[in-house]
């Protein structure tokens, strides 16, 4: 307990303000409560029920997937600039935007473009459906344990809509009140490990998809701009795995790319969503 109660508080997750504006307000440091753990006075057995058996039957199966991992920086300075000018839309219109729906947007953009990863394998690998909808799966650490519902239709949605469903879905999450039309049918995963800290992971795949990205932390790290100078940028990484059975890594690559190219401007969202 000694060693929780004098541990330094962890940093705010990320500047609210975007940079270099961000001068004008430095965020205080978030002071993490103290909660006392229960600490286990004697061994004891539980069963593994519910969410957490869901799990050990998704995961055993993900295991038998031959992963390959790829891995990239996002300079997510502009959006961190977009998500704090429209703060105060979000607010008016009464729902929160974080930076979850343009990322899981910026996806959907890019399955677009790559729709072998919009996919599912059969059992066997013998046949891999292409999927018409971009059904985003969201992995959300709720109270219950790890939980992933998804966003129907991503590809026919607005900003404004994800922003809706997510803010909807994490609530049901919170509240234990999830279904399986929220859970079934999910095409594509995203795991934003970031919210809690971190920045790279080895997320494994849900079957039978075929890949999913998980995303670190957002923070402030030194990059050369044109000029070769040395600034302060916004930025996040990113760790995809993906079924080396089906899916190969120049593919993997050059999804990321585009996905990452809506991300660093994200102006070009615009352009694309329908
Ligand atoms: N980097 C920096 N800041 C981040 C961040 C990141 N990667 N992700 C979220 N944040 C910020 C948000 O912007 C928000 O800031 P504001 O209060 O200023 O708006 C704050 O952290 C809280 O965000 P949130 O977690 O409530 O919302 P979200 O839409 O970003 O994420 C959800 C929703 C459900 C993905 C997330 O809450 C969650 O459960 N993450 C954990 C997923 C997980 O457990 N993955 C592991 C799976 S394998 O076991």
């Not at 205080?28 to 753990?37: F, G, L, M, S, T």
């Not at 006075?41 to 957490?52: A, F, H, K, S, T």
């Not at 399986?180 to 849900?206: C, D, H, Q, V």
């Given at each position: 307990?000694i060693?929780?109660l004098?541990?330094?508080?962890?940093?705010?997750?990320?500047?609210?303000?975007?940079?270099?504006?961000?001068?004008?307000?430095?965020p205080e440091p978030?002071?993490?409560?103290y909660?006392?753990?229960?600490?286990?006075?004697?061994?004891?057995?539980?069963?593994?029920?519910?969410?957490?058996?869901?799990?050990?039957?998704?995961m055993?199966?993900?295991?038998?997937?031959?992963?390959?991992?790829?891995?990239d920086?996002?300079d997510?300075?502009?959006?961190?600039q977009?998500?704090?000018?429209?703060?105060?839309?979000?607010?008016?219109?009464g729902?929160?935007?974080?930076?979850?729906?343009?990322?899981?947007?910026?996806?959907?953009?890019?399955?677009?473009?790559?729709?072998?990863l919009?996919?599912?394998?059969?059992s066997?690998c013998?046949?891999?459906?292409?999927?018409?909808?971009?059904?985003?799966?969201?992995?959300?650490?709720?109270?219950?344990?790890?939980?992933?519902?998804?966003?129907?239709?991503?590809?026919s949605?607005?900003?404004?809509?994800?922003?809706?469903?997510l803010?909807?879905?994490h609530?049901?999450?919170?509240?234990?009140?999830?279904?399986?039309?929220?859970?079934k049918?999910?095409?594509?995963?995203l795991?934003?490990?970031?919210?809690?800290?971190g920045?790279y992971?080895r997320p494994?795949?849900?079957?039978?998809?075929?890949?999913?990205?998980?995303?670190?932390?957002?923070?402030?790290?030194?990059k050369?701009?044109?000029?070769?100078?040395?600034?302060?940028?916004?930025?996040?990484q990113?760790?995809?795995?993906?079924?080396?059975?089906v899916i190969?890594?120049a593919?993997?690559?050059?999804?990321s790319?585009?996905?990452?190219?809506?991300?660093?401007?994200?102006?070009?969202?615009?352009?694309?969503t329908?």
């Amino acid at each position: 307990h000694i060693e929780n109660l004098t541990r330094a508080p962890p940093e705010p997750l990320v500047e609210t303000a975007p940079l270099p504006a961000a001068k004008k307000r430095k965020p205080e440091p978030a002071v993490r409560p103290y909660i006392p753990q229960a600490s286990v006075q004697e061994d004891r057995v539980e069963p593994i029920r519910g969410i957490r058996k869901a799990m050990v039957k998704s995961m055993n199966a993900a295991h038998a997937i031959p992963h390959f991992g790829y891995y990239d920086d996002i300079d997510m300075s502009s959006l961190v600039q977009l998500r704090y000018d429209l703060k105060s839309t979000s607010k008016a219109r009464g729902f929160k935007l974080s930076f979850m729906p343009f990322i899981i947007k910026s996806t959907s953009l890019a399955l677009l473009e790559y729709p072998v990863l919009n996919a599912s394998v059969d059992s066997n690998c013998e046949n891999i459906t292409y999927k018409a909808s971009h059904n985003i799966g969201i992995a959300m650490d709720t109270p219950d344990g790890l939980i992933v519902p998804n966003i129907k239709n991503v590809q026919s949605l607005s900003l404004h809509q994800i922003a809706l469903e997510l803010n909807r879905l994490h609530e049901l999450g919170i509240n234990g009140k999830l279904g399986p039309s929220e859970l079934k049918g999910g095409t594509f995963s995203l795991s934003n490990i970031g919210s809690i800290g971190g920045t790279y992971a080895r997320p494994l795949i849900m079957p039978p998809e075929v890949a999913i990205g998980a995303l670190g932390k957002i923070s402030v790290r030194p990059k050369f701009n044109h000029e070769g100078e040395i600034v302060k940028a916004h930025t996040m990484q990113v760790s995809w795995s993906a079924d080396h059975r089906v899916i190969d890594g120049a593919t993997m690559a050059r999804f990321s790319n585009i996905w990452k190219s809506y991300l660093e401007k994200p102006g070009t969202m615009l352009l694309d969503t329908r």
